[in-house]
T-cell receptor, first 115, second 109 residues
């Protein structure tokens, strides 16, 4: 079956523009997670969804970042008024019903460059 | 404070055994996960310890001691394809993983 997919794979934008990043989880997976990874660094937790609800959004860096999930499937991460420090790889992951955060299946990521 | 500590790099020859240690200090602890990430690739799940002790999955094993806030990943019979970054991650709540900075494993012929 298909894995987690993300689009676009690469995004170059100008400082101050808004961007939307999309994540399609594995079919049937109820939990969905967003992370950010800077070059050579570990993964920084942003937010997770259980169904369409986000029980923990504590990792969102500022109010410029928001995320939503519809139909218990696709999720969109929006960054408003992008800044150069937002440049990173944004990774999405999902996990199956009954599973917790320990076993996550990751997508290939969106590489965001803010000029 | 809250932190995970793991070595930044380990180098070993093919066929050798490598142990990557991970110590953590965190509020909220459900268990310890390990992920592998090749350059430019997505992280892939390797192992999870929810309880103390050793978990074995093929050439890889993982260990956890909750009382010592310590775990390790053991890579046996190293192969060139094992060259990658390895991350320990604390499961802090049902849905939240906190990742370490990663250990780059370099396997030489």
């Amino acid at each position: 079956g298909a894995g987690v997919s993300q689009s676009p794979s690469n995004k170059v934008t100008e400082k101050g523009k808004d961007v939307e990043l999309r994540c399609d989880p594995i079919s049937g997976h109820t939990a969905l997670y967003w992370y950010r990874q800077s070059l050579g660094q570990g993964l920084e937790f942003l937010i997770y969804f259980q169904g369409n609800s986000a029980p923990d959004k504590s990792g969102l860096p500022s109010d410029r970042f928001s995320a939503e999930r519809t139909g218990g499937s696709v999720s969109t991460l929006t960054i408003q008024r992008t800044q150069q420090e937002d440049s990173a790889v944004y990774l999405c992951a999902s996990s199956p019903p009954g599973g917790g955060a320990e076993t996550q299946y990751f997508g290939p990521g969106t590489r965001l460059l803010v000029l | 404070g809250q932190s995970l500590e793991q070595p930044s790099e380990v180098t070993a020859v093919e066929g050798a055994i490598v142990q990557i240690n991970c110590t953590y200090q965190t509020s909220g602890f459900y268990g310890l996960s390990w992920y592998q990430q090749h350059d430019g690739g997505a992280p892939t799940f390797l192992s999870y310890n929810g309880l103390d002790g050793l978990e074995e999955t093929g050439r890889f094993s993982s260990f956890l001691s909750r009382s010592d806030s310590y775990g390790y990943l053991l890579l046996q019979e190293l192969q060139m394809k094992d060259s990658a970054s390895y991350f320990c991650a604390v499961r802090k709540s049902w849905g939240k993983l906190q990742f370490g900075a990663g250990t780059q494993v370099v396997v030489t012929p």
